[in-house]
């Protein structure tokens, strides 16, 4: 069975500082990995995605992941946050065997401070 | 750029009710789902439906629940007897078709159950 863990429902960050988000993953075949974003009243964006091939993942917004393996982490970076950030934010996994189901992380809140 | 599209945005229903949530997936996409998030909690698989059937469902998809394509544009998702607790966002999925694709998710129908 596939699982993921966030850790911090809630982070708070200064604008122009480093977002960082963690988020491990437990499943017993190659995962896939996704980092989805939720910005208030909205649906669930993708921000990016590791399938195979390179373990550093670049997304949207300049946003990226590393997946590390033996860590079982994917967590999410940003150099520098900006206000537009500020939104709750999902890891989430699929097993590569085949199934469709993703499973989603319990989401970690961003705020940005001014 | 094409999108998931779910309507209506908000369905108010009375308990014992049932409510059909309806969702267009991307016109080229193979795989469909439901996903629901209840207020404050994360984002829950319900079912994925491939070529005319269920192909995954997860504890939550019971008897009172059903998905049906029925025409080629329309997916929708039927709980027959509304409960208290089936108070949610519902989520409406599509992806093209292997496990590595991402899905697409529609922006939501907040059911609210009285």
């Known amino acids: 069975a596939q699982s993921v863990t966030q850790l911090g429902s809630h982070v708070s960050v200064s604008e122009g500082a480093l977002v960082l988000l963690r988020c491990n993953y437990s499943s017993s075949v190659p995962p896939y990995l996704f980092w989805y974003v939720q910005y208030p009243n909205q649906g669930l964006q993708l921000l990016l995605k590791y399938t195979t091939g390179a373990t550093l993942v670049k997304g949207i917004n300049g946003f990226e992941a590393e997946f590390k393996k033996s860590e079982t982490s994917f967590h999410l970076t940003k150099p520098s946050a900006h206000m537009s950030d500020a939104a709750e934010y999902f890891c989430a996994v699929r097993d590569s065997g085949g199934y469709q189901k993703v499973t989603f992380g319990t989401g970690t809140k961003l705020q940005v401070i001014p | 750029e094409p999108e998931v599209t779910q309507t209506p945005s908000h369905q108010v229903t009375q308990m014992g009710q049932e409510v059909i949530l309806r969702c267009v997936p991307i016109?080229?996409?193979?795989?469909f789902y439901w996903y629901r998030q209840i207020l404050g909690q994360k984002v829950e698989f319900l079912v994925s439906f491939y070529n005319n059937e269920i192909s995954e469902k997860s504890e939550i998809f019971d008897d009172q629940f059903s998905v049906e394509r029925p025409d080629g544009s329309n997916f929708t998702l039927k709980i027959r007897s509304t409960k208290l607790e089936d108070s949610a966002m519902y989520f409406c999925?599509?992806?093209?078709?292997?496990?590595?694709?991402?899905?697409?998710f529609g922006p939501g129908t907040r059911l609210t159950v009285l």
């Open positions: 999925a599509s992806s093209e078709g292997t496990a590595a694709d991402t899905q697409y």
């Open positions: 016109s080229n996409h193979l795989y």
